[in-house]
């Protein structure tokens, strides 16, 4: 079936680095991708979102890099900081269906920072 | 204003016995998801409510789970009976727009099932 997959299920970086988070998809169909930070103990939390017409999009230290042709989705973290340390998720949202709204979620990445 | 609550944070049964998980969501979101992860495996669409009615109910393991949400408020998730395998994360998100991108998780409910 559909799914949205990561390359890497780990990454360790300094505080001050960027850091780089991939992910793989496999529906062409997806209308938008989002990426989701997880803590411990807390539910996913929003963090950006890119429309299947856009190839970038940039937030707050973060930027989100769609690539259409590879069916490929990356999340960079500009100077990376230890309260950046979680568990990424990418995920989409197909266009049509029944249930707008309903998300597919990858594998995550562990990102972890060190001091 | 409060985010999405759910209720217990963990819970652990033994197998057979019936837990029932609830869920709070944003006030005055219509919409309501649940999601679940299973140990090592990625988050997973359960089911969506609209309101009180059941939009998508395809992701629903089986005849085990049955999800309700009288008034199209609080929502609840009752597993009866529980097996070895429902064992996981159960979480809530909610959103006010229907199409909208920015769905708001609860923190989960651990099960545990032994």
């Known amino acids: 079936g559909e799914s949205v997959g990561l390359h890497l299920p780990t990454l360790s970086v300094q505080e001050g680095d960027n850091s780089i988070i991939n992910c793989a998809y496999s529906n062409s169909a997806s209308d938008y991708f989002i990426w989701y930070k997880q803590e411990s103990g807390k539910g996913p939390q929003f963090i950006i979102d890119i429309r299947s017409n856009m190839d970038k999009r940039q937030g707050q230290r973060v930027t989100v890099l769609l690539n259409k042709t590879v069916k490929h989705l990356s999340l960079q973290i500009a100077a990376t900081q230890p309260g950046d340390s979680a568990v990424y998720f990418c995920?989409?949202?197909?266009?049509?269906?029944?249930?707008?709204?309903?998300?597919?979620f990858g594998q995550g990445t562990i990102l972890t920072v060190h001091p | 204003e409060a985010g999405v609550t759910q209720f217990p944070s963990h819970s652990v049964i033994e197998k057979g016995q019936t837990v029932t998980l609830r869920c709070d969501p944003i006030s005055g979101h219509d919409n309501l998801y649940w999601y679940r992860r299973v140990m090592g495996k990625e988050i997973k669409f359960l089911l969506h409510?609209?309101?009180?009615?059941?939009?998508?109910e395809s992701g629903m393991p089986n005849n085990r789970f049955l999800a309700e949400r009288t008034g199209g408020t609080y929502s609840t998730l009752k597993v009866q009976p529980a097996e070895l395998e429902d064992s996981g994360v159960y979480f809530c998100?909610?959103?006010?727009?229907?199409?909208?991108?920015?769905?708001?998780f609860g923190q989960g409910t651990r099960l545990t099932v032994v």
């Open positions: 995920a989409e949202i197909a266009a049509g269906g029944t249930s707008y709204g309903k998300l597919t």
């Open positions: 998100a909610s959103s006010q727009v229907y199409g909208g991108t920015e769905a708001f």
């Open positions: 409510f609209v309101k009180e009615s059941k939009q998508d």
